[in-house]
């Protein structure tokens, strides 16, 4: 019935607007038309001006956030600049230890060298076949020795302790990282606030295209189907026929 | 295997070269040179008669699937031996490595000995 009143009512607003307009009055057509959808959309619209509202008081807040602010003007600039120092010092750190390796390496092998040298012929001392002149000369050798040793000894202690200090880094670095966290965590809660006042609560996937790179494998991080170790990687492969 | 055999390695990070030329010589291959990316690295190849490539994956410039692609593509190097050497472990990559014709892939942190294993492997398999 009501449905009848309605439908009959909007018929007589439908000619009365026919009507107008073949008569040329602009106004009447005009009031005629903005007459519509007041009943049914009427709602929708200011509930959508409530959404719009809210939001836009949330962003302003936001953005007036003195925390906020202050993250984004200084702490995230300061950031970056905190991590590039981080590599700076693993880098450093990392090639103050590959140089003390590179140098005790060959010390360690003429150590190894020489003292398996000494070894055979000391060997033949003690079997009792060894001349006398070449058992001076083996003495000899062993006074060269024992000073190399000693010399080589005391190269390859300082280059170690450099190893030791160096990993020094790995302190410095930690607590710098731990405040770069400790800012992403607090920047990651307001932003989680501001998008569940927007209502976004489904953020769509992207699609990708290509095979991306997702570079280390990181525990707890959601990263796709990472192997886990190079025997994993081996199974794959062998299971390609490699 | 040629223990005089020229050998290129592709990394951006020096330390990271720097560790693989090292266990490289202890291997005995001391014939090695470097290169930082890919777009560095394909010229040199293309050049420089290279037995062997080691390479990483994330560079800027050009990456290393796209240097391994670029070797395959072209003529001359198309049979050089390449080594993944990389913190790449997403199994779409390493299908991917393997579809380009890599000849081993080993994932960063790797020791000595796992080198070791792939080199000869991919020599044992070039020889054979």
Redesign the interface.
């Known amino acids: 019935m009501e449905q009848t009143i309605i439908d009959s009512e909007r018929l007589t607003q439908a000619r009365a607007l026919v009507a107008s307009l073949e008569a040329g009055d602009d106004t009447e057509a005009t009031r005629i038309i903005m007459a519509f959808p007041e009943n049914v959309e009427k709602d929708l619209f200011q509930e959508v001006g409530r959404l719009t509202r809210e939001l836009h008081e949330a962003i302003i807040g936001f953005a007036m956030d003195d925390r906020v602010l202050q993250a984004v003007q200084h702490e995230m600039p300061d950031a970056a600049e905190r991590l590039a120092y981080v590599i700076e010092m693993t880098e450093n750190a990392a090639n103050t230890t590959l140089k003390a390796v590179e140098e005790s390496m060959p010390v360690a092998e003429e150590l190894l060298n020489d003292s398996n040298k000494l070894a055979a012929e000391w060997d033949r001392f003690r079997g009792r076949k060894m001349e006398l002149s070449d058992f001076r000369a083996l003495s000899d050798e062993i006074g060269g020795f024992l000073t190399l040793a000693s010399g080589h000894s005391k190269v390859l202690n300082k280059n170690l302790s450099e190893v030791l200090l160096a990993q020094g880094y790995q302190d410095l670095t930690g607590q710098i990282i731990r405040r770069v966290i400790t800012l992403i965590h607090e920047v990651e809660e307001k932003l989680v606030r501001l998008v569940a006042i927007s209502g976004a609560t489904k953020v769509q996937a992207i699609k990708k295209e290509e095979v991306e790179m997702e570079g280390p494998a990181v525990p707890n991080v959601e990263q796709g189907d990472m192997l886990n170790n190079q025997d994993d990687v081996d199974d794959l492969l062998s299971s390609l026929g490699f | 295997m040629d223990k005089n055999m020229k050998i290129l390695v592709v990394d951006d ?3 990271m070269r ?2 693989i030329k ?1 266990l490289l010589r ?1 291997l005995g291959f001391t014939n090695t040179h470097e290169a930082d990316d890919g777009l560095t690295a394909l010229p040199m190849l293309q050049t420089g008669n290279f037995d062997f490539l080691v390479s990483d ?2 560079m800027p410039g050009m ?1 290393g699937i796209d240097l391994l692609k670029a070797v395959r593509a072209d003529p001359n190097l198309a049979s050089l031996p390449v080594l993944m050497v990389t ?10 490595a ?1 579809e380009a014709g890599v000849n081993g ?4 942190p ?1 020791t000595a000995g ?1 080198l070791e294993e792939k080199i000869s492997k991919i020599f044992d398999r070039v020889a054979g």
């Open positions: 990070f020096s330390t720097r560790i090292n202890d994956w994330n990456t913190a790449e472990t997403k199994r779409e990559q390493i299908i991917q393997a892939y080993v994932i960063k790797f796992t």
